[in-house]
């Protein structure tokens, strides 16, 4: 992402015991140890880098096929029987407060998938009693999930109760963009922002992209106008070399060097 570069260890940094080896990215290790589990089995990979041809699938013949949620865009298999879903818990530990909804959403999809048939559905977590998950058990109240995911976001001002913006602050040097962002954050205040409204500067997750330092400020409040009243020192903020975005109502927080 910054641009360092380095070799990799040949041992572990903190025991010196273990030689690591190299391994691919997921799909393609997950391949590899289906190949070995599963001999005589064909293993078919789907993402966004390899597209298998699965014609024999969906012939009927069996098969396993390694993929990211991109095969949620194919027609399903005639004979979907199981579908494993590894490292399930990367989906709702993301810094959104969308992340837990789409995990939900995600796991219904997969159960609905084939029209006539609901497979066995495997998940990979450590948190397995989180609601967004037990929330599509055969016996779960359906509504359980959806009414503690509203009472959090009124807790917490999130939409649907507030508007929502998020305001970056991106520069060259470090320094620049930490000192613009609070700044900025000091006129937001200035405009009346309370605790709650106004939350940062921050560094985003992915301390440096594409050569620009960030910091994000989150300003939320129960109305439009008010939102717009806050952010009118965002909008007409001008620093040499330091750039502001603002996105009203993101669909994914702390991405938006794009």
């Known amino acids: 992402q910054c641009g360092y570069t380095g070799r990799p260890p040949t041992h572990c940094p903190t025991c010196e015991g273990m030689v690591l080896s190299?391994?691919?990215?997921?799909?393609?290790?997950?391949?590899?140890?289906?190949?070995?589990?599963?001999?005589?089995?064909?293993?078919?990979?789907?993402?966004?880098?390899?597209?298998?041809?699965?014609?024999?699938?969906?012939?009927?013949?069996?098969?396993?096929?390694?993929?990211?949620?991109?095969?949620?865009?194919?027609?399903?298999?005639?004979?979907?029987?199981?579908?494993?879903?590894?490292?399930a818990d990367t989906m709702h530990t993301s810094p959104d407060f969308r992340s837990g909804e789409r995990y939900h959403f995600a796991l219904r999809q997969l159960l609905e998938w084939h029209p006539t048939r609901?497979?066995?559905?495997?998940?990979?977590?450590?948190?397995?009693?989180?609601?967004?998950?037990?929330?599509?058990?055969?016996?779960?109240?359906v509504s359980v999930y959806p009414q503690s995911e509203l009472a959090s976001r009124e807790a917490f001002m999130y939409p649907p109760f507030t508007k929502l913006a998020q305001v970056q602050v991106a520069a060259r040097r470090q320094q620049d963009a930490q000192v613009s962002s609070s700044k900025l954050g000091s006129l937001i205040r200035d405009r009346g922002a309370d605790g709650m409204e106004l939350l940062g500067p921050a560094p985003t997750s992915i301390a440096r992209l594409k050569g620009l330092y960030?910091?994000?400020?989150?300003?939320?409040?129960?109305?439009?106008?008010?939102?717009?009243?806050?952010?009118?020192?965002?909008?007409?903020?001008?620093?040499?070399?330091?750039?502001?975005?603002?996105?009203?109502?993101?669909?994914?927080?702390?991405?938006?060097?794009?």
């Open 22 to 87: 190299p391994r691919g990215p997921g799909t393609q290790w997950i391949q590899r140890e289906l190949q070995k589990l599963l001999p005589g089995t064909k293993v078919y990979r789907y993402d966004r880098d390899q597209r298998d041809d699965l014609t024999k699938l969906y012939r009927g013949e069996p098969g396993v096929v390694v993929g990211t949620t991109a095969v949620l865009g194919l027609e399903p298999l005639p004979n979907l029987a199981l579908i494993a879903l590894s490292f």
């Open 214 to 258: 960030a910091y994000q400020l989150l300003v939320r409040a129960p109305t439009m106008e008010r939102l717009t009243h806050l952010l009118e020192p965002a909008r007409s903020f001008r620093e040499g070399g330091v750039r502001v975005r603002v996105e009203m109502n993101p669909r994914q927080l702390d991405d938006l060097l794009e």
């Open 118 to 141: 609901a497979p066995l559905l495997v998940v990979q977590t450590f948190q397995a009693t989180h609601l967004a998950l037990t929330g599509i058990l055969a016996d779960a109240d």
